[in-house]
């Protein structure tokens, strides 16, 4: 039998990829630094929308802020260029158009009790097993294109490669499945997902998106904690609005809008 736990065969995913335009280019790296920064690279050469840069392992993936985002072998790492038609403020609705495309293949596929954590994160009963990294290159007023960066944790045990601090909130798909899964398999649900969630959300339907993604968001409703620049914030997470913000309810009753930070919630 052919081992589709560890590496995605390129030629068999594109053989049974139900998409029109996502994932029709393909470029593999056994290794590579960040899928994220290849595709920029890629992206302004010209590569063209729906070009998918993928990798066996990365050696600096990123998290947001430059954090560092563990790729060992057994994940899945990639990146899909996107040319959308939205000015660059618009570009956050990308992050919620790639949640929700994991969210809905980790629940449909695997029948998994999964949730979307703002802003980036894609949890399985309770723990991280998805971040998404956008970023975005843009000329005036308008984005030149925008690089979605999907990391999932699947074929590993998070308890022998991740060091200690993460090991009790992550976790990866065989840990959660009891069973490793195929790589290509789950890439193609994804872009099939991914590009027509991404069409809706850039055709003037992002409302329905994050209607979705709320769905699954399980922190809504909850007291909660937000780190952010200007230090710690606490209320009850109320909603998240369509500039991609939380909206924070403190104890005054103020209700901040807050735009970049990381959340954790004291009830699950
Ligand atoms: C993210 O950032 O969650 C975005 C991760 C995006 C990764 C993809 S992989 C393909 C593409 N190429 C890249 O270089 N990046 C993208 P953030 O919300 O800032 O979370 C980062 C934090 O998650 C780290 O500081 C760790 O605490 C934790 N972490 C690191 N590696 C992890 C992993 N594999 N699984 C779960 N949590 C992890």
């Not at 690279?41 to 954090?67: F, K």
């Not at 104890?251 to 970049?260: D, T, Y």
Request: aromatic content about 8%.
């Amino acid at each position: 039998m052919k081992n589709t736990s560890k590496r995605v065969n390129v030629a068999r995913l594109q053989e049974g990829l139900q998409t029109r335009w996502v994932g029709r280019n393909v470029f593999f790296s056994r290794e590579i630094g960040s899928t994220n920064e290849w595709a920029k690279e890629l992206a302004g050469l010209g590569a063209c929308e729906g070009t998918v840069v993928l990798a066996e392992i990365q050696s600096a993936g990123r998290g947001r802020l430059g954090r560092e985002w563990f790729s060992p072998v057994g994940g899945l790492w990639f990146s899909v260029i996107l040319r959308p038609q939205l000015k660059p403020a618009e570009s956050v609705r990308l992050v919620f158009a790639a949640g929700l495309a994991v969210a809905e293949a980790l629940h449909e596929q695997y029948g998994l009790r999964v949730e979307t954590k703002w802003p980036n994160d894609v949890l399985v009963n309770g723990r991280k097993i998805c971040g998404v990294l956008t970023e975005m290159n843009s000329v005036g007023e308008k984005a030149n294109f925008v690089v979605v960066g999907i990391g999932v944790n699947v074929n590993f045990d998070v308890s022998k490669v991740f060091p200690k601090e993460l090991q009790r909130t992550t976790s990866s798909l065989e840990k959660e499945c009891g069973r490793q899964v195929s790589l290509d398999e789950l890439l193609r649900v994804l872009l099939v997902k991914l590009e027509k969630i991404y069409e809706s959300s850039t055709l003037g339907d992002f409302s329905s998106v994050l209607l979705e993604w709320k769905k699954y968001a399980r922190f809504l409703g909850s007291q909660a904690e937000v780190s952010t620049d200007d230090g710690k914030l606490c209320g009850v997470a109320l909603d998240v609005d369509e500039e991609g913000a939380l909206l924070l309810k403190q104890e005054s009753g103020l209700v901040k809008h807050v735009f970049f930070g990381d959340i954790s919630t004291k009830k699950q």
